[in-house]
């Protein structure tokens, strides 16, 4: 098995990425200070300041750690023509993602705001070649979720929504967790991307989140919670533009 290989003499970048990749359970080797690889290393991790020192085929060059794991990790699994890939996706405060090939997982991340989860699959899947794509969605919170779907639709042959019921599981990692069970679970195979319906509940639920964000000082109109639902603004930018309204 082919592993990811740590090149640097950047302590705090080696640092992050050995304790990130301890964390995930990924195994990997520390490569001297000449950069010679090993046969076992399938891809180099470094910093863009030293990639020249690295002779390899795959090496990624990085600033942020975490986005260097990520890449890495999907450069291993990029060696591989899979008939069927299925990324597991459950909506949330946060999106936990989770990516498969002929059941091995190959990816896995979490990723704030719904129109961010679109580029961070792409991204994913241009490492990939296989035949076929699915991807499964969870149920649990709708506004988001179609939100999601309807951004992914142009990225996948398949989409399913996933009855999320079982899927949260006690984890460093929650909403990741989740996703690794919807990616398991067959779903209602949509036709056509759905309507993004914000409730009148979730539109509250919003306007109390406003409160908190502005420690008390603005509860943000029924329209502008709306438009954050809808993913058209951004809780700060609701709040900011609420307070321009009141003359704040």
């Given at each position: 098995m082919?592993v990811?290989?740590v ?8 640092y992050?990425?050995?304790r990130?990749?301890?964390k ?6 520390s ?8 046969p076992n ?5 470094t910093?863009?300041?030293?990639r ?5 085929g795959?090496?990624v060059?990085?600033?942020e750690p975490?986005?260097a794991?990520?890449?890495?990790r999907?450069?291993?699994a990029g060696?591989t ?8 996706i ?8 989770a990516?498969f090939g002929?059941?091995k997982?190959?990816a896995?991340?979490?990723v704030g705001a719904p129109e961010?989860v679109a580029d ?6 241009r ?11 969870g149920h649990g ?5 179609n ?5 992914i639709?142009p990225l996948?042959?398949e989409?399913e929504?996933v009855d ?6 006690r984890?460093?990692e929650?909403?990741?967790a989740?996703?690794?069970r919807?990616?398991?679970?067959r779903g209602?195979l ?9 409730t009148?509940g979730e539109?509250?639920?919003?306007q109390?989140l406003s409160?908190?964000?502005s ?7 029924a329209s502008l ?9 951004s809780l ?6 609420q307070?321009r309204?009141e003359?704040?």
């Open positions: 082919k990811i290989g090149f640097t003499n950047d302590f705090r970048f080696f992050e990425v050995v990130l990749l301890k995930k359970g990924e195994p990997f080797v490569l001297g200070r000449d950069g010679d690889v090993p290393v399938g891809v180099v991790i910093t863009p300041q030293e020249e020192r690295v002779r390899f795959k090496v060059a990085l600033e975490e986005e794991i990520r890449t890495a999907c450069l291993l060696g023509k899979y008939r069927t890939i299925v990324m597991g459950d909506p949330g405060k946060s999106t936990g993602l990516l002929e059941g997982l190959l896995s991340e979490t961010m961070s699959i792409s991204r994913l899947l490492c990939l070649s296989y035949s076929r794509s699915v991807a499964r969605v919170d709708p506004t988001k979720g939100r999601i779907i309807r951004a639709w996948f042959d989409v929504l999320e019921t079982g899927t949260s599981v984890s460093h929650p909403d990741v989740a996703a690794k919807i990616a398991m679970t209602l949509l036709s056509e991307p759905p309507a993004v319906k914000p009148p539109v509250r639920d919003i109390r409160r908190i964000e420690q008390g000082r603005v509860t943000i109109s919670a709306y438009s954050v639902a809808m993913g058209d603004l700060s930018q609701a709040i900011q533009e307070r309204s003359g704040d």
